[in-house]
C-alpha cells in the first residue's frame, strides 16, 4: 500500500506537466509540503514532447532539467505517477482527496539500466511520439524521464515477455503483483494542472487528417523536428520517408471554428512560425513554406519573432482559411481555399501539410471529479465558488508555456493562502 | 565545520560497473591515491541496504565527507540525499562504462578513466565543507509593493491574504494607476458553460472595472499601509533585509525594512504626439484609447460626444496598431496585446450608448487570444462593430470631419472613410527606471561613435524608481524596449536582482486580467525570496543551497572584477574598496570566484580548490604513452546532462576525457585552464549555454563572460609556447547528445594532429 503522508496543510497539485511542476516546486521551495500527481508514468507532459520553444528556439529539456533538479533535492515535495485524482470530498482547507495508482510492475529499485527493455520483445506504439515510432514492452519513456524508472506495459502481464522482464532485472525491481489501488489522503489546497490535449484532427473532415498521410499535426511535426524522434529529425512525408520541402501550416486548425472549437488557442500562430524555420533551416533555400492565415497572433513581444520569419524569403503568407484539402499525384497533399487578400481562389500542392491543431483542455466538462466553474469551452475559471481549488495553466485558458508558468506561479500563493490560513499564520 | 573531516568511499559494482571494471583496483585507487579513510563496495548502492550502509557510517563511525563512486550526480539523486555530510560522486556508469565500448583492447584505458574519476572524487570531497548558513539570517515577512496601479494594489492584497504584511508605496495622489481612468474593463471570463453555441448567444459585456473595490479592499485591510505621493529615494540591503527610505512629497522621510520587494509599476501610454500623420493634437478629435476612457466614463451610459464641438458621435473610426508593430523612428516595435480587445470594448460603447452609430475597427491582424478573447470578439460581432483588414496610412482633418485614408487589405485597394471621432490604439510603455547598465555601455564603449550612442541612451534614461544602492546601477536591468524582464520561457520571474520581483507590464505588455495574475506570481516569488533568505537557502535555481561566497581579505587586490561581472548585482564595495557580499542577494553561480584573478573567492562546497584539486589528480602519463588528457568543464544543466544522455544513446566518447561538472561556465576560473596545461593535459574543451540575446544561461550573464574570459587564454597559450588549437570553448544545448561528446573527441583527433603537449613531467 502506497503511504502519503499529508495533513490539511499539505497542498494537492493535480498534473504534472510544466505548470504542475511550477506549482508544486514554487510552493515547496517556500516550505509547503506539496502531493504531485501526475498521470503519466513521468513528469513534463506535453513540454517534454516539444523540441524547440518559441520565441528563443532554446530547448524545453533544459528548463526541464532545472525543474527536475528542483524536484528531486526538495524534501518537501511528494511525487505519485500513474496516479490519478478520481475524487476530492469537503472544504477549502480541508479536503480528502481520492487518487487512483496504476501499477507501474516496477518499483524504486530500478536503476534505469535497460536490461528489461532489452530482454522482452512485444512492440506498441509509442505515445511519447504520437504513434509516429514503436517502443518495447518494457521501457523508460524517454531519454529524460523523471522519475527515471522503467514501466512495464500493461499488455505484456501475463505474456512471456513480463516473465523475462522480471528475469532479466538484477535488482529486483520488476514485481508483476503490483495492482492498482486508490488511496484517500488529506489537504487544505488543490491547485488543478491538467492541461491540454490536441484537438482531434480527425473530427475536421475537409482536411483529410485521417485519410492522407501527408496531412499531420503540429504536435506530431514536433516529434518530427527533433533529432532524438521517430525521424530523427528529419522532415520528411510519412507516406514515403522522402524530404518534405514544400511545407503548408494551416492555422486555426479547429479553432475560432463554430464547428469545433469555439476559442482561439493562442499557442499556435507561434507554433507554426517556430516551425517554419525547423523547415527552412533544414532545406535553405529549397524550403518552400506556405502559412495560411487569418490573423497572426504573434502577441506583444512575440512579434519580434513573427518579424524574423517573414523575413524568410521562403516563408510566405496567406490569408486564408482552407476550405478543403485533397490528395493528389503521389500522394501530394494539395491545399484548396481562397486568398481573402484579393479575393483569388488556389489549389496548392504540397509534401507535407502540417494542421496547427488547436489546445482543449485534457479534462472533458462533465468529467471533473470535484465542483468547478468552467466555461463554454471547459476551460477553469477564477471563482470564489472553486472554494480552496485553483487552477494553473492551461487547464484555466489556451496558454503558452511562459504564460502558463506564471499563471502557476500565482496559483501556488492561491492555495498557500488557504493553507496558511489552515495553518494559522494568516492575520 | 568543528569536527575532524572524515573522509569515506563507496563503490557500486551494480549496472555494469563491476562486470567491466575492476573493483578492487578502484577501490585501491581510492585508499591510496584517494586517501580515503574506509572504502567499501556494494552491489547495488542505491539499494536500501547500500544506502543504509553509507547513512550507518554517518551516524555511528563519523563519516562526515563521502565519495560515491557509481552513477552520474543526476541519477538516484534522492537515494543519495545526505544532506549532513559532504559529498562528491564519481560517474562511472553514465560517465565511464556506457560511454566506452566493451572489449579487451579498450579496457586499460577504460579503467584508467574510472580510476581518474575516483580520484577526481576523492580529491574534490577533500577540499569541500558542509555548508551551513552564515547565520546572518532573519526572517522578514514585510514586503515593499512599488506602485499602486491595479498590479501594485492586486500584489499587496494577495500577499497580505497570505499573511505577509506590506507596505504599498504610488507616487501618485490616490491608488488606481494609469486603469484607473477606466470607464469599463474588457470582461475576464468567457461564455459560461451553459450558453449554447449560437450566434444569438448571450456572451460577455464591458463590465465594471472593479477599481474601487480594491482600492476599498485596501484600505480596510490593517497589513497593507499605503503611502501615497512617495517615492523610494533608497533602497539597499538584501532579500530579508531590505531597508528603503520611503519620501512624501511634503518632504518626509520613513525607513523601512523588508523581506522582498515587488515593482509594479506599470505602463506608461504611449505619447501620441509621436503619430502626426494620425492628426494626432491636430484636432481635439482624434484621440487615444487611454483618452477614450475618460470621455465614456463623462458620458456614464450617456452618447458619447466629441470633443471639439459636443455633437454626438455617429461614426468612430479604431486605428490599431497606431504607432505599433513598426519599425518608424519613435514607433513601437512591439504589439501592446491588450489593444485589440480594448478597442472592441470601446466600440460597444458607442454600440451601446450611441444610437445609429458607425464603429469601425481597422485592423491588421485582430488579436483576441483563449477562451475570452475570442469569445468577446464574437460580443464586439454581435454588438455590430464592424471590422476590416485595413492599414491605416493617414488620418485629414478637414474642417469638422476626419477623413481615415487606408488601404483596405481585402479589397487590396486605397480607400478612406468619413468619420467623426478617430480613436488610436496606442500601446504600453514600461514605467521603468533607467537601465543599470546603461552607464556600464558609455564605459565600455569600444569606439566613439558606440559611445555617442549608449550616450544618447544615457542622458533620456528615465528617473529611478528603486534607487538601488547597488554597485550596479539603481533599478532593474532591461532586457529589450525597456521591459525589465529575463526573457527566460520556464522561469518568467527569473529575476536579475534577487529578491526583486516585476510584475506587470513592466515586464511585457499586457492588458489588466495579465496585469493581475502576472502580480500574484510575482507576489509568490516575492514571499519564496524572503523565506529562503530566512533559512540562508540561495533564490532560484540553486534552492536549498546554503553554501555562500566567502573571500580571503588579506589576498584580495581590490582589482573589482567581481563586483562588476556578478550577474546579480550582488556584491557590494564596502567602505575600503573590499568587495561586500551580500550573500542572500548571491544565487551561488560562481562567476565572481572565476572571475577573480588572486583566487580569493569561494563556496564551502565549490571552489577554486574542488575543481583544481580534481584536474590535479588526474594520473598525467608520459608523452611516450601516447595517452594523451582532455579536460572538458562542463555546464552542470545543459553540457553535462547531454553527455549523460549521449552515454544512455550509446554515443562513444575517447577514453582520454576528463569531464567536470561545473555550476555555470562563468564560474570557471583562468587559472584552472592555466594549471591543467601547466600540468600536462594536451587539450581542454569548455562547454557553456548559449549567451547571445536569446541566451539560455541560468545565470544570465555567466556564459557570456566566460567567453569573454576565456577569449584571453590565447595569451596563456602563447606565454607557454602552446598552439591555440589545445583549447576550444564551445556552445552547448542539452539537445547536443551527438555533438557533445563529438566535440571532445574533435579535440582528442586534433591533439593527435599537433602532438602531445610537451608539459609532461
Known sequence: MTEVVATNETILVVGGGISGMTAALEAAETGKQVVLVEKRPYLGGRVSQLYKYFPKLCFPTCGLEINQRRSKMNPNLTILTMAEVTGIKGEKGSYTASVKLSPRYVNENCTACGDCAKAVEAEFDDDYNYGLSKRKGAYLPYRMAHPALYVLDPRIIGTDDAQKAKDACKYEAVDLDMAEETIDFPCGAVIWATGWQPYDAAKIQPYGYDRFDNVVTSVEFERMADPGGPTDGKIVRPSDGEEAKKVAFIQCAGSRDRNHLLHCSRICCMASLKQCTYVSDAYGEDADISVYYIDIRAIDRFEDFYEKVQAIPQVKFIKSKPASIVEGTDKRPVVHGVDTEGYNRFADEHDLVVLAIGMEPSVDKDSFPVDIVINREGFIEAAPENGGVFAAGSASDALDVNRSVQHATGAALRAIQVVNGAAGVEG | ?761
Request: proline letters at 5%.
Open chain 2, 1 to 761: 565545520m568543528a569536527d575532524e573531516k572524515k573522509f569515506a568511499g563507496y563503490i557500486c559494482t551494480g549496472c555494469g560497473i563491476g562486470e567491466r571494471l575492476d573493483a578492487g583496483q578502484l577501490e585501491t585507487t581510492a585508499k591510496r591515491d584517494g586517501k580515503m579513510a574506509e572504502v567499501k563496495q556494494h552491489e547495488m548502492l542505491c539499494s536500501k541496504e547500500g544506502v543504509a550502509m553509507i547513512r550507518d557510517d554517518i551516524d555511528n563511525n563519523g563519516a562526515n565527507h563521502i565519495m560515491i563512486a557509481a552513477c552520474s550526480r543526476r541519477a538516484k539523486v534522492e537515494a543519495f540525499n545526505f544532506t549532513d555530510v559532504a559529498m562528491s560522486r564519481a560517474n562511472l556508469r553514465e560517465g565511464v562504462i556506457w560511454l566506452r565500448p566493451e572489449g579487451d583492447e579498450h579496457q586499460e584505458t577504460t579503467q584508467e578513466m574510472a580510476d581518474d574519476y575516483i580520484r577526481m572524487a576523492c580529491a574534490e570531497v577533500k577540499f569541500m565543507t558542509q555548508p551551513s548558513p552564515s547565520g546572518e539570517q532573519t526572517l522578514n515577512k514585510t514586503l515593499l509593493v512599488v506602485g499602486g496601479g491595479v498590479t501594485g494594489m492586486t500584489s499587496s492584497i494577495e500577499a497580505a491574504k497570505a499573511g505577509y504584511p506590506v507596505h504599498l508605496v504610488a507616487e501618485e495622489a490616490k491608488l488606481g494607476g494609469v486603469w484607473a481612468d477606466l470607464y469599463k474593463r474588457v470582461p475576464f471570463r468567457a461564455a459560461a458553460v451553459d450558453v449554447p453555441n449560437s450566434k444569438k448567444a448571450d456572451l460577455p459585456q464591458p463590465e465594471d472595472p472593479g477599481i474601487d473595490e480594491m482600492v476599498a479592499q485596501i484600505e480596510a485591510d490593517s497589513r497593507i499601509r499605503v503611502h501615497l505621493n512617495a517615492k523610494i529615494t533608497k533602497t539597499s540591503g538584501a532579500p530579508g533585509r531590505f531597508s528603503a527610505d520611503i519620501s512624501t512629497e511634503s518632504g518626509s522621510t520613513a525607513t523601512e525594512n523588508f523581506g522582498a520587494i515587488v515593482q509594479a509599476t506599470d505602463y506608461k501610454p504611449y505619447d501620441a504626439n509621436k503619430l502626426p500623420e494620425f492628426a494626432y493634437g491636430k484636432t481635439p478629435d482624434v484621440v487615444t484609447n487611454f483618452e477614450l476612457e475618460k470621455l465614456a466614463k463623462e458620458a456614464n451610459g450617456a452618447p458619447l460626444k466629441r470633443p471639439s464641438d459636443g455633437k454626438e458621435v455617429k461614426s468612430v473610426a479604431f486605428v490599431q496598431c497606431a504607432g505599433q508593430r513598426s519599425e518608424k523612428e519613435g514607433h513601437l516595435p512591439y504589439c501592446s496585446g491588450f489593444c485589440c480587445t480594448e478597442s472592441i470594448k470601446q466600440a460597444m460603447y458607442f454600440k451601446a450608448q450611441n444610437p445609429g452609430c458607425d464603429a469601425t475597427v481597422l485592423f491588421d491582424d485582430l488579436r483576441t487570444p483563449g477562451a475570452a478573447g475570442e469569445d468577446f470578439y464574437r460580443s464586439g460581432q454581435q454588438a455590430q462593430v464592424t471590422f476590416s483588414k485595413g492599414k491605416v496610412s493617414e488620418v485629414v482633418a478637414d474642417g469638422g470631419d476626419l477623413k481615415v485614408k487606408f488601404k483596405d487589405l481585402i479589397l487590396n485597394e486605397d480607400t478612406e472613410m468619413d468619420c467623426d471621432l478617430v480613436v488610436l490604439a496606442t500601446g504600453q510603455v514600461p514605467h521603468v527606471g533607467p537601465d543599470p547598465y546603461a552607464q556600464l555601455a558609455v564605459d565600455e564603449a569600444e569606439d566613439e561613435e558606440e559611445k555617442a550612442k549608449a550616450q544618447a541612451i544615457l542622458e533620456v534614461a528615465p528617473p529611478s524608481i528603486l534607487n538601488l544602492d547597488y554597485r550596479q546601477g539603481t533599478d532593474l536591468p532591461q532586457l529589450k524596449y525597456g521591459f525589465v524582464d529575463s526573457h527566460f520561457i520556464c522561469f518568467p520571474y527569473e529575476t536579475r536582482r534577487t529578491g526583486i520581483y516585476a510584475a506587470g507590464p513592466v515586464r511585457r505588455p499586457m492588458d489588466m486580467k495579465q496585469a493581475m495574475e502576472d502580480a500574484v506570481g510575482a507576489t509568490m516569488k516575492a514571499i519564496q525570496a524572503a523565506e529562503n533568505a530566512a533559512r540562508g537557502s540561495a533564490a532560484h535555481p540553486r534552492v536549498g543551497d546554503l553554501s555562500y561566497p566567502s573571500f580571503r581579505k588579506e589576498g584580495c587586490t581590490q582589482c573589482k572584477r567581481c563586483t562588476v561581472e556578478c550577474p546579480f548585482g550582488a556584491i557590494n564595495e564596502d567602505e575600503k574598496r573590499y568587495p561586500l557580499f551580500n550573500e542572500s542577494r548571491c544565487r551561488r553561480c560562481g562567476t565572481c570566484m572565476g572571475a577573480c584573478p588572486v583566487r580569493v573567492i569561494s563556496f564551502e562546497n565549490y571552489s577554486i580548490d574542488t575543481v583544481n584539486q580534481q584536474i590535479k589528480n588526474v594520473e598525467i602519463p608520459d608523452e611516450f604513452e601516447e595517452k594523451p588528457r582532455i579536460l572538458a568543464l562542463a555546464c552542470e544543466n545543459d553540457a553535462y546532462p547531454a553527455l549523460d544522455m549521449a552515454a544512455q544513446a550509446g554515443e562513444e566518447l575517447t577514453p582520454f576525457a576528463r569531464v567536470i561538472p561545473v555550476r555555470c561556465l562563468g564560474s570557471v576560473s583562468l587559472s584552472w585552464i592555466t594549471d591543467a596545461l601547466n600540468s600536462g593535459y594536451d587539450g581542454i574543451v569548455l562547454m557553456g549555454c548559449r549567451r547571445d540575446e536569446d541566451y539560455q544561461c541560468h545565470f544570465v550573464r555567466g556564459s557570456a563572460i566566460a567567453a569573454e574570459r576565456m577569449s584571453k587564454v590565447g595569451d596563456t597559450l602563447e606565454s607557454l609556447n602552446l598552439e591555440p588549437e589545445r583549447v576550444a570553448v564551445y556552445e552547448v544545448a542539452i539537445t547536443d547528445i551527438k555533438r557533445a561528446p563529438q566535440l571532445i573527441n574533435d579535440m582528442a583527433e586534433t591533439v593527435e594532429k599537433i602532438g602531445m603537449s610537451p608539459f609532461k613531467f
